[in-house]
């Protein structure tokens, strides 16, 4: 099946510095979409990207998708400590329904 | 607003026995979708619907069964429960075919032991 490697598993950064995370995959999607995951709670989208060289901010996050189709980039400024949670990539292909294939997760710690 | 509501939260289950864990929202969806989530690793998903009465595998259905009786409620069966199950398992919804953003449940942290 499809398969998602996201990089880096885990991050503990300065609060106030940059963070950058990406997904890359053997096969190509149509959508990515980037969701953030909580302790005890079910991932939450943060943003959504359905073109290829599609470049979307949602406040202090930036996502991008990937020329080739088949990676997608997360960056966050400023970090802050309620940034700490695990962040997933999903790449959805067309012919596959509609089913999202997810990464691993980055998990992201802040120190404030 | 609940959007998706899973229960139970918890559960500890002895080898063998079986559990439904239940999933139900209140937007109308049409798809539902059960997943997954082992420590350090994504979401897999187990199930999914694409409307009542409709359902079909995912990537690691074997252990599990499903039903759609109503567009409402998808809950996810256990029939003989296994370690390798010990998981948290997570429902979600869509709308329609190509609207993605999906909601989640609060997920069901299930131990087998």
């Known amino acids: 099946g499809q398969q998602l490697n996201q990089s880096p598993q885990s991050m503990f950064i300065q609060e106030g510095e940059d963070v950058s995370m990406n997904c890359t995959s053997s096969?190509?999607?149509?959508?990515w979409l980037w969701y953030k995951q909580e302790p005890g709670e079910g991932p939450v989208l943060l943003i959504a990207l359905y073109k290829a060289g599609e470049l979307t901010s949602n406040g202090r996050l930036t996502a991008q998708f990937g020329i080739t189709r088949k990676d997608s980039f997360l960056n966050i400024s400023a970090s802050i400590p309620s940034d700490v949670g695990i962040y997933f990539c999903?790449?959805?292909?067309?012919?596959?329904?509609?089913?999202?294939?997810f990464g691993g997760g980055t998990r992201l710690m802040v120190k404030p | 607003n609940a959007g998706v509501t899973q229960t139970p939260k918890f559960r500890i289950l002895k080898i063998g026995q079986s559990m439904t864990l239940q999933c139900t929202q209140d937007m109308n969806h049409n798809y539902m979708y059960w997943y997954r989530q082992d420590p350090g690793m994504g979401l897999k998903l187990i199930y999914y619907?694409?409307?009542?009465?409709?359902?079909d595998k995912g990537e690691v259905p074997n252990g599990y069964n499903v039903s759609r009786s109503t567009t409402e409620d998808f809950p996810l069966r256990l029939e003989l429960a296994a370690p390798s199950q010990t998981s948290v398992y997570f429902c979600a919804s869509t709308p329609a075919q190509f609207n993605t953003e999906a909601f989640f449940g609060q997920g069901t942290r299930l131990t087998v032991v």
């Open positions: 619907s694409v409307g009542a009465g409709i359902t």
């Open positions: 096969s190509i999607f149509n959508t």
């Open positions: 999903a790449g959805r292909n067309n012919n596959a329904g509609n089913m999202l294939t």
